[in-house]
Nanobody, 124 residues
């Protein structure tokens, strides 16, 4: 599976962006999908995850209520809708695929595939 993230950019605080991650291959629905981010000088952190069919979603406390993860298995794409953006949301955002959603949440070293990252910059 190859993952291609897009949709990053520069936005003012309080604004919105939607990230997309397109996956190649015909096994997209076999993977739980997630988003991570890495701010300058910081470690990569979990942002959100969604189960294979999309019934279950999980969020980091810092984004809960502002970000929404969703997926369209017919289009092999996962999305991250980001609202009420804050300067501290500035980071490179990565999508990821794993066999189990629990891996995305608690064991990122076991993630099967990573996308290349897309930069989100939130100005104050």
């Amino acid at each position: 599976v190859q993952l291609q993230a897009s949709g990053g950019g520069l936005v003012q605080a309080g604004g919105s962006l939607r990230l997309s991650c397109a996956a190649s291959g015909r096994t997209f629905s076999s993977y739980a999908m997630g988003w991570f981010r890495q701010a300058p000088g910081k470690e990569r952190e979990f942002v959100a995850a969604i189960s294979r069919i999309g019934y279950s979603t999980y969020y980091a406390a810092s984004v809960k209520g502002r970000f929404t993860i969703s997926r369209d298995n017919a289009k092999n794409t996962v999305y991250l809708q980001m609202n009420s953006l804050k300067p501290e949301d500035t980071a490179v955002y990565y999508c990821a695929a794993a066999q189990e959603v629990g891996v995305l949440r608690t064991a990122p070293a076991k993630i099967d595939y990573w996308g290349q990252g897309t930069l989100v910059t939130v100005s104050s």
